[in-house]
């Protein structure tokens, strides 16, 4: 017998408890609809739509998975590149050693958990602003490392095998379909990743780490699966960009740019829910295409729009639909639906 | 005999030249509760993060029920029976005041699916929480802060409960709410260890009360007795902090 049956002398009623809300229904059916037209656009448009969007669905896997790293996790990681790289080397020596390179972005993806699991050791050492800096210092170590190594093209860069053969519509369609399955890989596996035990614990570690430990949350392990996650999703992309570019160059792969970009996204998109990376994806691929004939203006101008963001709007885009309408994509939250025995206290 | 539910053996800790816990040792048996007083900067806090293990001690050992935690961290003890609220209440501000005591169901009390649900329902119930189920926790008043507090505290299913200034800032009402609920946790049968400003809240409550100055004990009894006791009168009720600084003032 528990001490909470004991508290209450009231016979103890059937609680019903909904994980979502009433406007996902309707959500889900228009997500549905999205996912159908964007598998079968490859057949609608040309090749020309299909490869910008490549890049879209890249850039929602990045965000979503430095949001899960800094909106749940707390860390604020600058160097997420370094996963970027490993996955996008991966691909390049998977390739070499005769594995389809389709199928060698999923095991670039598990070769990232396998460098990131001993990264975090020291990393993990560091805290707030030194975790940043550090897995920045980490991330360089990686590159100084790749450009060593003679096989991989050292400082040059590579090109991809094993992709000549296959025609290049055929090409251009098959990398737009894993790269929308990185996409929607990287969003299910959040939603379902936040919607179990462990995500409810996450977001008491995203609101306030000392009472997430008293609440028995091994802060620590939460914030190491985090880290794991964000980790084989950002070494998927990378295998993403390079089967789309066909090569890979370090100081791209391992550029900063990429941690910028995401952080990018999320502020504009709202930090520490499912949508908002998503929506900042979309807005900031919005103001990519938009702007790039301008220049280095362009870089001023998105400089502009986070700042204007961080200070007027805090939980992002999505922060501000969320407030106006109540309404939810991705519920990971419970509702306390009714009780039989609702007394009033 | 059944070993103390809490044993603090000779817990030192200092914080560079201020010692908050000096050779403290400290005992509490199951299903008892124990008040703690004393002036700002006795070591009350540090003492309940030592219990907790929010902080480690430098020296000494922490046993819980038989077993030494000294070394055990803070998430550990929760699942070991270590219930804890803090002064300042820190809640999960974007999660609701169900979902609140919910991490704490499945993290603390190691419960899954439906019985966790019902299993924090019924403490919101006794906590006087359960109309505010589904409010976002950043959205409550001062006084169910405290109470959804005491609340995730129950909802790890501790055999020790660790009350710190729950009653501080409530108005008179409100604290007599909150004495009665802890009452009947109490009368339930849990270990309550009680540190509060609001002596009169204790002395209705407890059945024992310490007093702590400088780290160290300076009166252990009954509650009356230990209130009556001339040292805690000079230290605590008639000596308040103003006095103190004056007093350090002119010297």
Redesign the interface.
């Known amino acids: 017998m528990t001490i909470s049956q004991m508290l209450t002398t009231r016979a103890t009623a059937a609680v019903d408890v909904t994980r979502a809300a009433r406007s996902s229904k309707l959500s889900a059916v228009a997500l549905l609809i999205a996912v159908a037209v964007l598998t079968a656009l490859p057949f609608l448009v040309f090749s020309t739509v299909t490869d910008t969007l490549v890049n879209l669905f890249v850039l929602v896997a990045l965000a979503s998975m430095w949001n899960l790293l800094a909106g749940f996790g707390g860390l604020v990681s600058v160097g997420q590149q370094a996963y970027i790289g490993i996955g996008a080397y991966s691909v390049i020596a998977l390739a070499d050693l005769g594995v389809q390179p389709y199928l060698a972005v999923p095991l670039a993806a598990l070769t990232c958990a396998v460098f990131a699991l001993p990264t975090s050791w020291p990393a993990f050492r560091l805290r707030g602003d030194y975790f940043a800096v550090g897995t920045w210092v980490i991330a360089e170590v990686y590159r100084l490392l790749v450009v060593r190594v003679d096989s991989l093209g050292g400082g040059s860069g590579k090109g991809l095998t094993g992709l000549s053969g296959i025609d290049q519509v055929l090409r251009g369609a098959l990398t737009y379909w894993v790269a929308l399955a990185l996409a929607l890989a990287t969003i299910a596996g959040c939603y379902l990743l936040l919607r179990g035990r462990l995500g409810l614990s996450l977001m008491a570690v995203r609101d306030e780490e000392t009472a997430a430990s008293s609440a028995g949350i091994d802060v620590r392990r939460a914030k190491q699966v985090v880290y794991l996650v964000s980790a084989v999703g950002c070494g998927a992309a990378g295998g993403v960009i390079t089967v789309s570019s066909l090569s890979v160059n370090p100081d791209a792969i391992f550029s900063v740019q990429w941690s910028a970009y995401m952080i990018f996204i999320v502020v504009i998109g709202g930090i520490g829910s499912i949508e908002g990376p998503l929506i900042g994806a979309v807005v900031f691929f919005g103001l990519q295409q938009l702007l790039s004939d301008y220049g280095s203006w362009y870089l001023v101008l998105l400089g502009a729009i986070g700042i204007a963001a961080a200070l007027r709007l805090p939980r992002g885009l999505w922060g501000l639909v969320r407030d106006r309408t109540g309404l939810s994509l991705f519920p990971v939250g419970y509702f306390v639906q009714k009780r039989d025995s609702d007394v009033v206290s | 005999m059944a070993p103390p539910l809490l044993h603090l053996d000779g817990v030192t800790k200092s914080f560079g030249k201020v010692t908050v816990a000096r050779e403290l040792t400290l005992s509490v048996q199951p299903g008892e509760a124990l008040g703690i007083v004393g002036p700002n900067g006795a070591g009350k806090s540090s003492l309940f993060a030592m219990i ?3 902080l480690r001690p430098d020296s000494g050992a922490v046993w819980l029920a038989g077993r030494e935690v000294t070394a055990v ?4 003890r ?2 070991a029976g270590v ?2 609220t ?1 002064q300042v209440p ?7 005041v ?3 005591v ?3 169901a ?4 190691g419960l ?1 699916g ?1 019985q966790a ?7 919101l ?2 906590t ?1 929480l ?2 505010l ?2 409010t976002p926790a950043g959205r409550l008043t001062l006084l169910q802060r405290k109470r959804l507090e005491v609340a ?1 505290a ?5 055999r020790l409960l660790l009350l710190d200034e729950v009653a501080g800032g409530l108005t008179e009402p409100e604290v007599l709410e909150l004495v009665e609920v802890v009452r ?2 109490h009368a ?3 270990g309550i260890v009680w540190i509060e400003h609001v002596v009169h809240a204790l002395v209705r409550t407890v059945g024992r009360m310490v007093c702590l100055a400088g780290g160290d004990v300076v009166a252990d009894g009954e509650p009356i007795a230990v209130l009556a006791d001339p040292k805690v009168r000079e230290l605590y009720l008639g000596g308040g902090p103003e006095t103190g600084l004056l007093d350090e003032e002119g010297s």
């Open positions: 907790s293990g929010d961290p803070a998430h550990a929760t699942r219930g804890r803090y820190r809640p999960f501000e974007h999660l609701t169900f979902e609140n919910l991490v704490c499945h993290q603390g009390a899954k439906r649900w019902t299993h924090s329902m019924d403490v119930d006794g006087g359960a109309a189920a589904n995730r129950i909802g790890t299913a501790p009947r946790l339930e049968g849990l």
